[in-house]
């Protein structure tokens, strides 16, 4: 199992609120919760909780208006929408997690999004499934909205796990490529309710399927100002 992998297990009960969890996922994210509270002081030091931002403590964030006290009526702003054959990933299912000083190093940059570790990208079979498994990490700028897809022949091979009710059965379930979906929307959070160790960016963690390893992926990212994607592929290796 790969680090990132390992980091994620972590990070998924974010996306299964509601759903019953897999048998040792709650030990999982307990044990992680104590070591990040553990190592809080450590400067560069790997996080491993994750936390869900709740709309409530979000709520807590809201600043004043004018001087003198008055406070202006605000336009809430619209609810972030998935693109079309996409599943959404916005604030209330962001991850907190501190990457390191030299996460840039082995991640990629597209845009808005940085694919953090995708130099170093594996996957693994687990339990029953079919499909090889891998995890995934997505930091977004603020504010910015981009969502990826699967391209060319990687469409046929390729899926991502970060739709809310796909760890039903955890990470050692029955999974097919037909189980993901060929798409994400990353909506980046107002900086004032991000919760990120890495300032001006939002993160997600979420998982993908392959059908066979080693292989190479292809993945188109668009932005709302894009007229066509920025392709970036990868290799997945054992």
Request: aromatic share 10%.
């Amino acid at each position: 199992m790969s680090e990132i992998e390992s980091r994620l297990r972590a990070a998924m009960h974010a996306a299964v609120d509601g759903l019953p969890p897999p048998t040792d996922l709650l030990q999982q994210v307990r044990l992680r919760r104590r070591r990040h509270h553990v190592r809080s002081a450590a400067v560069a030091v790997v996080a491993v909780g994750a936390l869900a931002a709740s709309p409530v403590t979000l709520a807590l964030h809201g600043r004043d208006g004018q001087a003198g006290g008055a406070r202006t009526p605000s336009t809430p702003a619209p609810a972030p929408r998935a693109a079309p054959g996409t599943v959404l990933d916005a604030c209330a299912s962001a991850i907190d997690e501190n990457l390191g000083l030299d996460w840039r190093q082995q991640s990629v940059r597209a845009g808005p999004l940085w694919f953090i570790d995708l130099r170093q990208q594996s996957a693994t079979y687990y339990g029953r499934s079919p499909v090889a498994i891998g995890g995934l990490e997505v930091a977004v700028q603020d504010r910015a909205k981009a969502w990826v897809t699967a391209a060319g022949l990687s469409r046929g091979y390729f899926r991502f796990l970060f739709g809310p009710s796909d760890f039903k059965a955890g990470v050692d379930g029955h999974y097919t490529v037909a189980d993901g979906e060929a798409g994400v929307t990353f909506v980046g959070c107002p900086a004032d309710q991000a919760w990120s160790f890495q300032r001006g960016y939002t993160l997600y963690g979420g998982y993908y399927l392959i059908a066979g390893s080693p292989r190479r992926v292809a993945l188109d990212i668009w932005t709302t100002a894009s007229r066509k994607p920025t392709r970036i592929t990868f290799l997945v290796g054992y």
